[in-house]
């Protein structure tokens, strides 16, 4: 599916921290950032056929596309692949329903105003007996304070740290490459807040091997990004944007949530389950790790960012710690500068689709921390669950 379609518009609302959205309501917010990626690509909302979003959004099509007043509704997407796994996944779905002749003009979005709506990672009461198979495993996670997917991740990670070496403070480097990128950002949520590694030490903890500063931010906000054919591509008014591959799945036995993603087998436990899809979209686009300029990694926590740095073949396994302690994801002299506006940990969290939109500006040459010619970004959704990545070209 190698150039299947072009990403020709992109909109991120104002990124407030959670419950920062009081102007109006999460699904308002979505309709607005929809028209704004629109306007974007020089199209009309009639010219839109077709929405993709993922991870049960709230904001469903049928209602977006009646509001906005679309003239026919073709495509409707909403992606299986859990949580911020499914960021990418959209926008390969989306393309996939252009290549296939389904819809013609696809909006990705996706808005989040959880002030609005319970927090990310708390259980209720209820949830256990909900009769699911995700509620069912909270019976047996909760007495092992399994709560949410912080202690799930930090498993994870604290098994890396134990066979590889890696340190408290290499994760420290990742978070203060982010921060700093996002204090160039002025979009960012911690655009006036500089970070230190000696602040990064002594932050809070959370949950070994976690503080608060290697947890990703809540933030209230949106995104979206408007996908044509390629060759319609060529007049729209920005410059086009390729998905150059795609790819989306799981190793097997990753699940998702702190319940269910431990039951992977050993070799990749201490994985960001992306090998598989790299090798996926390696193999699509012809080419390799070295030919790309820049990253922008899901990062919820600073130790994930290290496992997909190993899963997509940037650095050997066992040794993104030691990579990103060398500098190598910092802008501008990095040799892979990466989440260059500021990431989940420092720009916004809006589950992944702002990464999305961060690759798009690198490679169309707008990005507030421009990467040199920038010809080739990978973009990686949520590690440690069944997930999904993009490769986009100018």
Excluded at 14 to 32: F, S, V
Excluded at 142 to 153: E, I, K, Q, Y
Excluded at 381 to 389: D, F, K, L, Q, V
């Amino acid at each position: 599916m190698r150039d299947a379609a072009a990403i020709v518009g992109i909109a991120q609302s104002e990124y407030t921290k959670w419950g920062g959205l009081t102007r109006c309501t999460e699904y308002q917010l979505a309709l607005e950032t929809i028209v704004k990626a629109v306007e974007d690509a020089g199209l009309s909302v009639d010219d839109v056929d077709g929405f993709a979003s993922f991870s049960n959004d709230r904001n469903e099509a049928a209602f977006v596309a009646t509001d906005l007043g679309v003239p026919e509704l073709r495509y409707a997407g909403m992606t299986w692949i859990v949580g911020g796994g499914g960021a990418c996944a959209a926008v390969a779905e989306a393309a996939m329903a252009i290549a296939t002749g389904m819809a013609s003009c696809v909006v990705v979005y996706r808005s989040i105003a959880m002030g609005q709506f319970q927090r990310f990672g708390r259980a209720l009461a209820g949830d256990v007996a909900g009769g699911r198979p995700m509620d069912a495993a909270l019976g047996f996670a909760l007495p092992f304070g399994l709560v949410n997917a912080t202690v799930g991740m930090a498993l994870l990670v604290r098994r890396h740290m134990h066979l590889y070496g890696t340190t408290r403070e290499q994760l420290g480097h990742v978070a203060v490459t982010f921060r700093r990128h996002a204090n160039r950002n002025p979009a960012a949520v911690m655009h006036a807040r500089p970070m230190t590694l000696a602040d990064h030490a002594a932050a809070r903890p959370i949950v070994e091997p976690f503080g608060l500063l290697d947890c990703c931010l809540e933030t209230d906000g949106a995104d979206a990004l408007v996908l044509v054919a390629p060759e319609r591509a060529r007049d729209c008014r920005r410059r086009p944007v390729y998905v150059m591959a795609a790819a989306e799945g799981s190793g097997p036995r990753f699940g998702c949530g702190a319940w269910a993603m431990h039951y992977m087998p050993e070799e990749d436990y201490a994985t960001g389950n992306t090998a598989r899809l790299a090798a996926t979209l390696y193999r699509t686009a012809g080419i390799g790790p070295g030919d790309v300029d820049c990253a922008q990694l899901y990062d919820h926590y600073t130790g994930m960012v290290l496992l997909q740095l190993e899963d997509l073949g940037f650095c050997k396994r066992g040794e993104g710690g030691p990579f990103a302690a060398s500098g190598a994801l910092a802008w501008p002299d990095g040799a892979l500068p990466t989440n260059t506006a500021g990431g989940s940990l420092s720009e916004a969290y809006i589950h992944g689709l702002n990464h999305v939109v961060e690759a798009v500006h690198q490679l169309r040459g707008t990005a507030v921390s421009q990467v040199p010619d920038a010809e080739i970004c990978v973009v990686a959704s949520g590690s440690g669950i069944p997930t999904s990545a993009l490769l986009l070209r100018r």
